[in-house]
């Protein structure tokens, strides 16, 4: 089993991450060790609850649980559904001293840490991502939330687990898209601040969509490696840890385009693709550099072209009113190689909308 641990200094937290198989008993016995007289709550989605009954539940022999389903799905990423929770628990006569364990993708992972954020003023966290995009991203660096009809992730909070437990078993019964969906964050990280895993994105193509477990262990373990790196530095996202939206600033627009119906790993994949077109059309980065992105989304079956009905405009618009844009211009992190910032500190910046147009349209 490998271990990676994170501290995150403005918080004063640290926490470990474990990589491996036979996770499950793993956490019965951390449980044990940590929080045997509490409670536990397992919250996790309607397909993944005959598994948590199997693999969890029935390993947490002496500690009391319960196992709270949700539907799966971005939709259950609501204000209605946390209050939904928060009541079933408190029916449950959960207090201060439970403990959530979240099993699932990004949705359960998201809507659970916002729930133990909150509830009575914040309980133990333990993430046990069971997608490929929860293992290397969302699980990792304490961001939790849910979605209004304004947006994505508008309402949440910064919360960090107490640890995370990643067994590789979980990926057997994940489709293509769904591990497509996650390495899509892996190639973001290796692209932006990685060239050797990049190479190595590269060269084991055919191992990862094998889902060969040394590859796939190394491949979560760096992606994790490097957020950690961003994230101990600047935990919410005033400088550095902006180099992780890479992609994004496109991919976030095209995504409520879309109004969510297209996965996020798909439109942040475009969205790398189309920004370092932008890097490179402001003189960053080699088109060669733009050539081998646009291949390694090619191998993995990531889209590399537009929707053919877009409206170039209305997608501007929508870059200049995500959250992250500064007085309604778009910010962009911008690449002067593959693994290389322009901006060494990873800040992002603003961007001419003439050349956004040219960079979306070719990609058309
Ligand atoms: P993410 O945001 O991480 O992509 P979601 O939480 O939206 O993931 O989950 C995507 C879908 O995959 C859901 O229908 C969920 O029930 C399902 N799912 C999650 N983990 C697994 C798994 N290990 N095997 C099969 N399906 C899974
Ligand atoms: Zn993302």
Redesign the pocket.
């Known amino acids: 089993m490998d271990k990676i641990s994170i501290s995150v200094k403005n918080s004063e937290k640290q926490y470990e991450i474990m990589i491996g198989k036979s996770i499950p008993y793993k956490l019965a016995s951390y449980l044990e060790k940590n929080h045997s007289s509490k409670k536990v709550a397992i919250i996790t989605?309607?397909?993944?609850k005959p598994?948590c009954n199997q693999k969890i539940a029935d390993k947490l022999k002496g500690i009391s649980s319960v196992i709270i389903s949700i539907p799966?799905?971005?939709k259950s990423k609501s204000r209605e559904m946390k209050a939904h929770i928060e009541d079933q628990l408190l029916g449950k006569k959960f207090g201060r001293d439970s403990v959530i364990v979240a099993v699932?993708?990004?949705?359960?992972?998201d809507i659970s840490g916002f729930v133990a954020s909150t509830y009575n003023r914040g309980i133990p966290l333990i993430h046990v991502?069971?997608?490929l995009?929860?293992m290397v991203d969302?699980s990792i660096g304490g961001k939790t939330s849910v979605n209004t009809e304004h947006g994505k992730n508008l309402i949440g909070s910064f919360y960090h687990p107490e640890a995370v437990f990643i067994d590789l078993d979980?990926?057997?019964?994940?489709?293509k898209e769904?591990l497509v969906?996650?390495l899509a964050e892996s190639i973001k990280m290796a692209v932006s601040m990685d060239s050797s895993f990049f190479n190595f994105i590269e060269n084991n193509v055919q191992k990862i969509l094998k889902k060969d477990s040394e590859t796939l262990t190394f491949l979560i373990k760096k992606s994790i490696e490097l957020k950690k790196n961003v994230i101990e530095q600047d935990e919410k996202e005033q400088g550095q840890r902006q180099v992780l939206n890479f992609g994004h600033t496109f991919g976030h627009a095209y995504e409520k385009y879309f109004q969510y119906t297209k996965?996020?790993?798909y439109c942040i994949g475009l969205g790398q693709l189309i920004e370092s077109r932008i890097s490179n059309l402001i003189g960053s980065l080699p088109i060669e550099d733009v050539q081998r992105l646009s291949n390694l989304l090619v191998t993995f079956g990531l889209p590399i072209n537009l929707d053919k009905s877009i409206d170039i405009e209305k997608l501007i618009e929508l870059m200049s009113m995500d959250k992250k844009s500064l007085g309604n211009v778009p910010q962009f992190v911008i690449l002067k190689g593959i693994g290389m910032l322009k901006n060494g500190n990873g800040f992002s910046e603003e961007i001419d909308k003439e050349i956004i147009r040219k960079a979306i349209e070719l990609s058309r």
């Open positions: 989605d309607d397909n993944l598994i799966p799905g971005e699932g993708g990004g949705v359960v992972g991502p069971t997608t995009l929860a969302s979980f990926l057997e019964t994940i489709p769904e969906n996650g996965k996020h790993g």
